[in-house]
């Protein structure tokens, strides 16, 4: 009998590399291209279609969010709550997602309701005709959500900081409540024509999806779906910053002030992409991160406070966002300039990169449970136009990368000079 010694720890293993799997990978004849992770297991899959976001028109900002939100709010033959009831019956469940690149429609479903289930969302895709009933509802629900909305610090400075970095374009946007007042049920019918076509789709299966699956998908969506269409005009306008970079917004009887701060951004398609994720983690990325340490743990100004990069197909951003009590807002953002600082003038100790090391490459493992959660990654990739290697190059820049390469990072890129700073409250 083997008894368990609690003196000695359990051994540790280290994450040796990742294994990704691949999809089968086709086109339908009209354009529309297709990718399939056959997981064969249970008999559940789930099946998206993603269409890119058209160009951003800055005086119909709300263009491309309200016609996603309202693709299964009624079709010539079925109203919103109809779609409901037949996706409800089969007990598998659909939703809409807006993305600042994409707009994607998704389907859960057990495999022997596909039959019943697909043309559903193919009349969601070729006959949506947004009710103008449903369109007043639209408006006046979200006009409501956005002005409560409002009233948080936190949301003011997120919105204040994407316009001010990104500008007047489709990642930069922040709806006022009286946009809403200009949708017009024509502008959503043209825009929904010319951008939920089959040369402007890319469909991804993942889960049990045999051969009977890739059948039942091509045959409900090649043919004639956007064979008569123009191409959908998908490319966005360049990025334009403004030229403050301190805004503040303030509220005189807020008991907390958010604080955005950051700048432009390099996305993954850049090489320094995964060497600043570590550099990244470091400083904001995890629980046991420096500002974490810092402004939580030790000087007690916030419950919490993080870092991240994002990474869009055009554009990309650096951001340290916190709520901290007003009274201590300038104390805080005098600590997040110290520890930015400190990654340029000291090397981070063997055993912190260490810890960073195995926290980002467990975390890499762990969201890989599953063939959905691989095909979620292959999407990153694919429409950020990268191949498979781009893992293997994380991975190994996670392992590898020394922490002289890390302080040469945060000189080249972390100027706080730079950077943009949003308060909103008191400062």
């Known amino acids: ?13 280290g994450v040796e590399n990742i294994n990704l799997i691949h999809p089968q990978s086709s086109k339908l ?13 249970q008999e559940l899959v789930r099946i998206e279609w993603i269409f890119a976001n058209l160009r951003f028109d800055p005086k119909k900002p709300l263009l491309n969010v309200a016609v996603n939100t309202m693709l299964n709010d009624g079709t010539s033959t079925l109203t ?20 600042y690149d994409n707009s ?29 009933k449903e369109l007043e509802t639209y408006i006046r629900n979200q006009q409501q959500k956005l002005q409560v909305s409002l009233q948080k610090n936190d949301v003011v400075a997120r919105r204040t900081f994407n316009k001010a970095i990104f500008g007047p374009t489709i990642y930069g946007s922040a709806a006022e409540p009286d946009d809403f007042k200009s949708l017009k049920r024509e502008d959503l019918q043209a825009h929904y024509k010319e951008m939920y076509q ?4 890319t469909i991804i299966i993942a889960g049990k999806a045999g051969q009977e699956v890739i059948n039942a998908v091509t045959e409900t969506f090649s043919g004639t779906w956007g064979k008569e269409t123009v191409a959908a005009d998908t490319l ?38 995964p060497a ?63 520890e930015v600082n400190l990654l340029k003038t000291e090397l981070i100790p063997d055993e912190e990169l260490s810890l960073v090391r195995n926290f980002m490459l467990g975390s890499l493992l762990g969201s890989l449970e599953n063939v959905l959660s691989h095909a979620d990654k292959f999407k990153n990739l694919y429409f ?44």
């Open 198 to 201: 089959a040369g402007n789709c």
């Open 236 to 273: 966005q306008p360049a990025l334009n910053p403004v030229a403050d970079r301190f805004i503040y917004v303030e509220k005189a009887e807020a008991l907390q002030s958010a604080i955005r701060i950051g700048m432009p951004f390099i996305n993954r398609t850049h090489p320094d992409f």
């Open 80 to 99: 919103a709550a109809q779609i409901a009831d037949k996706i409800d019956f089969y007990g598998a469940f659909l939703q809409v997602d807006y993305g």
């Open 1 to 13: 009998m083997n008894i368990l010694d609690r003196k000695t720890p359990p051994q540790f293993n």
């Open 276 to 338: 600043l994720q570590v550099l990244n983690t470091v400083l904001g990325g995890y629980f046991g991160s420096r500002l974490m340490a810092n402004i939580r743990e030790d000087k007690g100004y916030t419950y919490g406070i993080g870092s991240g990069l994002t990474s869009f197909k055009q554009a990309g951003s650096f951001f340290i966002a916190s709520e901290v009590g007003a009274d201590v807002c300038r104390a805080a953002v005098a600590e997040i300039e110290k």
């Open 104 to 132: 994607q429609v998704t389907l859960y479903t057990l495999t022997k309701h596909l039959q019943s289930t697909l043309p559903v969302i193919k009349e969601i895709l070729t006959d949506s005709i947004f009710p103008e």
């Open 29 to 41: 004849d009209n354009g529309c291209n297709l990718f399939t992770f056959n997981s064969g297991g």
């Open 384 to 427: 950020a136009d990268l191949d498979y290697d781009y893992y293997e190059r994380y991975t190994q820049t996670v392992k590898h990368i020394t922490a002289e390469e890390l302080q040469a990072l945060a000189n080249k890129y972390f100027n706080f000079d730079d950077f943009y700073k949003v308060i909103v409250g008191k400062y």
